[in-house]
């Protein structure tokens, strides 16, 4: 489970490149160029291929000199074995779902969001069933590893077949359709995604490794398996909410803010519908459904699962305003934002943990997601839903990323 959390960690391995491919392609697929979208979509994954195999090449290099025991607070002799080859294998699907994974960001980009989510589904049946039989034959951890993280893997692997070769060929990717103008313009839009990327995996996804330091490895599990519960309402509300990204983009361009205030406030509806009820039940029934889960190895206090259940809602609704901030290209203030967040949630997390435990380690995201995100974030946008009634136009900070 600590190294599934290291997997969500690294979110932001790709350099904000696949992110900043969404607004290239949704720019493209506006002015109908798809020349364009061909350029960059090749500029990207040369890129990215390139930088996978220079990352390949350092962690070989340094792999040896690492006590990867001492890393994870593990003791046991089998633990302390398979923690090096575990963390091999870690980088190793990492670095595939790097390069693979810009089929996804094609499918968002042209507001294809169904199919991602199919190729997703896909990969996750077959983590699922690799996992089961990885279970089944007692394997040692990476194996296991293998199985439930390779199975994305898998799925972005046929995805990606199906889009270069069936569903879009024309953006197949060519080397020779790489150019310098279209990666200064990725670059220039990524690095605001890369540094967003950056603060929110240090703030929503260090608390395994946090948990694990202060109370050690065994502990991990306590929280990770409540969390992967939880999560299941925010994915469910992101599923519907992704195709909002690219559709804002167009919507600025076209300058029909009315839609855009109208859809953002419908929006936020959908996501408090959705995840307060769902949120609640899990807190009242959560602890038999993880008791059914895993056969009673896993007993969460209440305490713990009413902060998922807070956390559950405020995840939530912080979708909408991602959705909108990431359309208009508004990047900058969630970056500080997601850096003020990111200290403050470690740092409380870090002296929660200490204090009460491994739910401390909810509490503290709930509390800086709360001050740090959501207050700041309501407050931008409120100032921003007031200029659009009064028909003054908004001012976005639009990287211009078109190929020359």
């Not at 699907?93 to 390069?99: F, I, P, S």
């Not at 169904?114 to 089961?132: E, T």
């Not at 970056?335 to 740092?347: G, I």
Request: glycine residues 10%; positive net charge; charged residues 10%.
């Amino acid at each position: 489970m600590t190294v599934i959390g290291l997997a969500a960690l690294f979110s932001f391995a790709d350099l904000g490149l696949g992110n900043g491919l969404i607004n290239a392609i949704a720019d493209a697929q506006g002015r109908g160029s798809t020349h364009e979208a061909r350029v960059f979509v090749s500029t990207a994954f040369y890129s990215l291929l390139g930088l996978c195999v220079a990352a390949a090449a350092i962690f070989i290099a340094v792999y040896p000199t690492i006590d990867w025991a001492a890393l994870f607070n593990v003791h046991s002799a089998a633990a302390a074995a398979e923690a090096g080859p575990t963390v091999g294998v870690f980088i190793g699907c990492l670095l595939g779902m790097v390069v693979l994974g810009l089929a996804q960001k094609i499918h968002v980009g042209y507001q294809e969001g169904f199919f991602a989510g199919v190729w997703s589904a896909v990969g996750s049946a077959v983590a699922m069933g690799a996992g089961a039989i990885a279970v089944s034959v007692e394997a040692g951890v990476p194996w296991l590893t293998l199985a439930v993280l390779g199975g994305p893997v898998v799925g972005v692997l046929l995805n990606s077949v199906a889009v270069y070769w069936f569903h879009r060929p024309e953006l197949r990717p060519r080397l020779l359709l790489m150019n310098r103008p279209a990666i200064k313009r990725l670059s220039s839009l990524g690095g605001l995604y890369l540094a967003l990327s950056v603060a929110g995996a240090v703030g929503y996804e260090t608390d395994n490794i946090v948990i694990a330091r202060i109370l050690g490895a065994e502990d991990v599990p306590s929280y990770a398996l409540p969390f992967r519960l939880f999560y299941i309402i925010p994915t469910v509300v992101s599923l519907v909410l992704a195709p909002l990204w690219p559709a804002y983009a167009e919507a600025t361009a076209r300058g029909d803010y009315v839609w855009i205030k109208e859809t953002f406030t419908r929006s936020l509806r959908f996501s408090l519908a959705i995840s307060i009820p769902a949120g609640l039940s899990f807190v009242v029934f959560g602890g038999e459904v993880l008791r059914l889960w895993v056969g009673g190895a896993i007993e969460p206090s209440f305490s713990l699962l009413v902060g998922f259940g807070l956390w559950t809602v405020i995840t939530a609704v912080t979708g909408p305003f991602a959705m909108l901030f990431n359309g208009l290209a508004i990047i900058r203030f969630q970056v500080v934002a997601s850096l003020t967040m990111a200290t403050v949630n470690l740092l409380l997390s870090i002296v929660l943990v200490q204090r009460i435990g491994v739910a401390g380690a909810i509490y503290g995201t709930v509390l800086s997601m709360l001050f740090c995100i959501v207050l700041p974030y309501s407050g931008y946008i409120t100032r921003m839903l007031r200029r659009i009634e009064r028909g003054a136009p908004v001012a976005t900070r639009r990287t211009d990323i078109r190929a020359s």
